[in-house]
Nanobody, 124 residues
Framework: QVQLVESGGGLVQTGGSVRLSCVAS????????MGWFRQAPGKVREFVAR????????YYADSVKGRFAISRDNAKNTTYLQMNSLKPEDTAVYYC?????????????????WGQGTQVTVSS
């Protein structure tokens, strides 16, 4: 049974930082690219960041470039999203996802597995 479990969300002030974690089980973690997505109320799920299986190739949405950093530890089956300089518009449920394909994609339906999400709320 595949599970992706996110943690680390919460309430933070504008300009603050949060680090999200996503622990995977039931998959060979090192064979999957990992992505982070977010969904705000009334909006579609949007791509945030992606890291390839080796951790060497990272890709970010323009809205978070320079503020967020994705990383992974294959020994711990874990991917991270460090979120700095947070803004109220970053408020959303954040999801991690696993993709078995090598081609970089920002399309949610292309990802094979999803976590249940963790809420991040940025107060103004």
């Amino acid at each position: 049974q595949v599970q992706l479990v996110e943690s680390g969300g919460g309430l933070v002030q504008t300009g603050g930082s949060v680090r999200l974690s996503c622990v995977a089980s039931g998959i060979t973690f090192g064979r999957y690219a990992m992505g982070w997505f977010r969904q705000a109320p009334g909006k579609v799920r949007e791509f945030v960041a992606r890291i390839d299986w080796s951790g060497e190739i990272r890709y970010y949405a323009d809205s978070v470039k320079g503020r967020f950093a994705i990383s992974r530890d294959n020994a711990k089956n874990t991917t991270y999203l460090q979120m700095n300089s947070l803004k109220p518009e970053d408020t959303a449920v954040y999801y991690c996802a696993a993709d078995s394909r090598m081609i970089t994609t920002t399309i949610p339906s292309r990802y094979d597995y999803w976590g249940q999400g963790t809420q991040v709320t940025v107060s103004s």
